[in-house]
């Protein structure tokens, strides 16, 4: 039912900035969020921020904490990922995903990622920083 799609991905220079999106299609109903993870060669993908259907309420990972920023239109469906003052350790491809709120929550929680407890996955996009 629900459908996402995300762009914005891109190579850039330590410091610089990027802004991804995430459009969803279809509709959804209850408590329900849409935010990003990534995952770097190798590693487990990780919840980097999220932002609620409810109250606009956000959340970020320490590691970006301060540098990136959620938002969403809710006119256009919208959902974007301002990422600023970028590090080589933020390399990475990044989904755009949407799930119940209670999902976001116990997965940031417990550092364990259930991708099927998710309604809808992006098609992920590449993000390289580097020199």
């Known amino acids: 039912q629900l459908q996402l799609v995300e762009s914005g991905g891109g190579l850039v220079q330590p410091g610089g900035s990027l802004r991804l999106s995430c459009l969803a299609s279809?509709?959804?109903?209850?408590?329900?969020?849409i935010g990003w993870f990534r995952q770097a060669p190798g590693q487990e993908r990780e919840a980097v921020s999220f932002?609620?259907?409810?109250?606009?309420?956000?959340y970020y990972s320490d590691s970006v904490k301060g540098r990136f920023t959620i938002s969403r239109d809710k006119g256009k469906k919208t959902v974007y990922l301002q990422m600023s003052s970028l590090k080589a350790e933020d390399t990475g491809v990044y989904y755009c995903?949407?799930?119940?709120?209670?999902?976001?929550?116990?997965?940031?929680?417990?550092?364990?990622?259930?991708?099927?407890?998710?309604?809808?996955w992006g098609q992920g996009t590449l993000v390289t920083t580097s020199p």
């Open positions: 279809g509709t959804t109903s209850g408590d329900f969020g």
């Open positions: 932002i609620s259907s409810i109250d606009d309420s956000t």
């Open positions: 995903a949407a799930g119940p709120l209670a999902t976001w929550i116990n997965t940031v929680m417990l550092g364990k990622l259930d991708i099927s407890a998710f309604d809808a």
